[in-house]
């Protein structure tokens, strides 16, 4: 993260004598990237953080991978996946993969177990609903249309809160997810022509402490030798001594951390901008835009829909959340939908949507975008939610 937070009690000085009221003294742990190269965060525990009694394999939901096969532009309406509910880690239904990224949909309507992934980053999206993420740095509360970053390893758990069941699109990263180097100084502070800066930014305010021994918690980590066929990763149950939300304090840059697509400051111009200027977070390969209600292009003859476009080394991902998608208008496209548009294939506006857009100054859209630079492939639940006829809606 780009700036520094403490919260709770710490020492003056790092790595120096805290002691609990009984005398004994409190446990630091550094929690950090990159070993001790990037952001990091001290933690002061109660209880030794490595204190666990029992460990064994989990076995998670089956999960498989499939290619693009034939290649062509998918729809998925993630509603229709909707069920009965479930909890949002256990319960994601997984859509499209590659290795350097999962994304998944969840209606989740109970609270998650603890849960530690170990193979990378999380940034979920509340479509709808709202949600408390309890961590080790405390507690972060979330509602619709905020995106929330947990750390690699970040020991949490996810409880939807609110009158209805919690939506969420969940992004897991092989690696590190934070805003994108060119927003940032050389010192991490935001920068003028960044979209968002520090004051719209939520972190943990308090510290969470729960009492109790023998507490499992659930990890999902990184193995060579995963299983053919799935995703790459293994789980493991741990039980812990005592329960790992003991944290008394702590400090520094790297926490949990919440942002609303509502404070995304829209960049536009005299004809139309390329996703770029919708650039939220960069992950491992990837990249997550967010497309926001804003004035469009004022140029006398600007089309403010797209223009046809082939990435050539990209799949595009766009979940629509809000709003009215203009440029999809004719193909399907409904709130929670998924388009994936594959590299391979030229995509671009429905038939007659640039002439519709002459002339029309605002666009009440709202959707998040993930770009990947390698293929993605169909997972499990997005054969139960498909559109078999989107392909063909350009010949229409």
Same mark, same amino acid.
């Given at each position: 993260?780009?700036?520094?937070? $403490?919260?709770?009690?710490?020492?003056?000085?790092?790595?120096?004598? #805290?002691?609990?009221?009984?005398?004994?003294?409190?446990?630091?742990?550094?929690?950090?990237?990159?070993?001790?190269?990037?952001?990091?965060?001290?933690?002061?525990? $109660?209880?030794?953080?490595?204190?666990?009694?029992?460990?064994?394999?989990?076995?998670?939901?089956?999960?498989?991978?499939?290619?693009?096969?034939?290649?062509?532009?998918?729809?998925?309406?993630?509603?229709?996946?909707?069920?009965?509910?479930?909890?949002?880690?256990?319960?994601?239904?997984?859509?499209?993969?590659?290795?350097?990224?999962?994304?998944?949909?969840?209606?989740?309507?109970?609270?998650?177990?603890?849960?530690?992934?170990?193979?990378?980053?999380?940034?979920?999206?509340?479509?709808?609903?709202?949600?408390?993420?309890?961590?080790?740095?405390?507690?972060?509360?979330?509602?619709?249309?905020?995106?929330?970053?947990?750390?690699?390893?970040?020991?949490?758990?996810?409880?939807?809160?609110?009158?209805?069941?919690?939506?969420? !699109?969940?992004?897991?990263?092989?690696?590190?997810?934070?805003?994108?180097?060119?927003?940032?100084?050389?010192?991490?502070?935001?920068?003028?022509?960044?979209?968002?800066?520090? $004051?719209? !930014?939520?972190?943990?305010?308090?510290?969470?402490?729960?009492?109790?021994?023998?507490?499992?918690? !659930?990890?999902?980590?990184?193995?060579?030798?995963?299983?053919?066929?799935?995703?790459?990763?293994?789980?493991?149950?741990?039980?812990?001594?005592?329960?790992?939300?003991?944290?008394?304090?702590?400090?520094?840059?790297?926490?949990?951390?919440? #942002?609303?697509?509502?404070?995304?400051?829209?960049?536009?111009?005299?004809?139309?901008?390329?996703?770029?200027?919708?650039?939220?977070?960069?992950?491992?390969?990837?990249?997550?835009?967010?497309?926001?209600?804003?004035?469009?292009?004022?140029?006398?003859?600007?089309?403010?829909?797209?223009?046809?476009?082939?990435?050539?080394?990209?799949?595009?991902?766009?979940?629509?959340?809000?709003?009215?998608?203009?440029?999809?208008?004719?193909?399907?496209?409904?709130?929670?939908?998924?388009? !994936?548009?594959?590299?391979?294939?030229?995509?671009?506006?429905?038939?007659?949507?640039?002439?519709?857009?002459?002339?029309?100054?605002?666009?009440?859209?709202?959707?998040?975008?993930?770009?990947?630079?390698?293929?993605?492939?169909?997972?499990?639940?997005?054969?139960?939610?498909?559109?078999?006829?989107?392909?063909?809606?350009?010949?229409?």
């Amino acid at each position: 993260m780009p700036y520094y937070r $403490r919260i709770g009690e710490v020492p003056r000085k790092r790595h120096t004598q #805290f002691r609990q009221p009984d005398g004994s003294l409190y446990t630091e742990e550094l929690m950090g990237q990159e070993g001790f190269s990037s952001d990091s965060s001290l933690l002061y525990h $109660r209880y030794a953080p490595t204190a666990i009694l029992a460990a064994e394999e989990f076995t998670p939901p089956a999960v498989t991978r499939l290619p693009n096969l034939p290649l062509k532009p998918r729809h998925l309406r993630t509603h229709k996946l909707d069920g009965t509910g479930a909890d949002p880690v256990l319960g994601r239904r997984y859509l499209l993969a590659n290795d350097d990224v999962r994304i998944a949909y969840v209606l989740a309507d109970r609270p998650s177990p603890l849960f530690r992934d170990a193979t990378g980053d999380q940034c979920l999206y509340v479509e709808a609903g709202a949600l408390r993420v309890e961590s080790t740095f405390g507690v972060l509360d979330a509602v619709a249309g905020d995106y929330v970053i947990i750390p690699t390893s970040t020991v949490h758990r996810l409880v939807p809160t609110g009158d209805s069941p919690a939506r969420l !699109l969940a992004i897991e990263a092989s690696g590190h997810i934070g805003p994108p180097k060119r927003y940032l100084s050389v010192r991490g502070q935001f920068l003028e022509h960044s979209p968002y800066c520090e $004051r719209d !930014l939520r972190g943990p305010h308090t510290p969470l402490l729960v009492d109790g021994t023998e507490v499992e918690v !659930l990890v999902r980590h990184r193995s060579r030798a995963a299983r053919p066929g799935g995703d790459g990763t293994v789980w493991t149950r741990h039980v812990f001594a005592h329960h790992p939300f003991d944290v008394v304090g702590w400090d520094g840059h790297l926490y949990p951390w919440a #942002f609303s697509i509502h404070d995304f400051e829209p960049i536009t111009g005299r004809i139309h901008q390329p996703p770029p200027v919708h650039q939220t977070f960069q992950g491992p390969n990837f990249v997550i835009c967010s497309f926001v209600p804003r004035k469009v292009d004022y140029h006398p003859d600007a089309i403010p829909v797209p223009y046809h476009h082939h990435n050539v080394d990209s799949d595009e991902m766009l979940f629509y959340t809000g709003g009215n998608y203009e440029a999809r208008r004719g193909s399907g496209i409904e709130q929670g939908s998924i388009s !994936l548009h594959p590299s391979g294939f030229t995509h671009g506006p429905q038939p007659g949507a640039a002439e519709r857009s002459i002339g029309v100054d605002f666009f009440d859209e709202l959707a998040v975008m993930v770009d990947t630079f390698r293929p993605l492939d169909l997972c499990d639940a997005a054969s139960h939610c498909e559109d078999p006829a989107y392909a063909w809606t350009w010949s229409r």
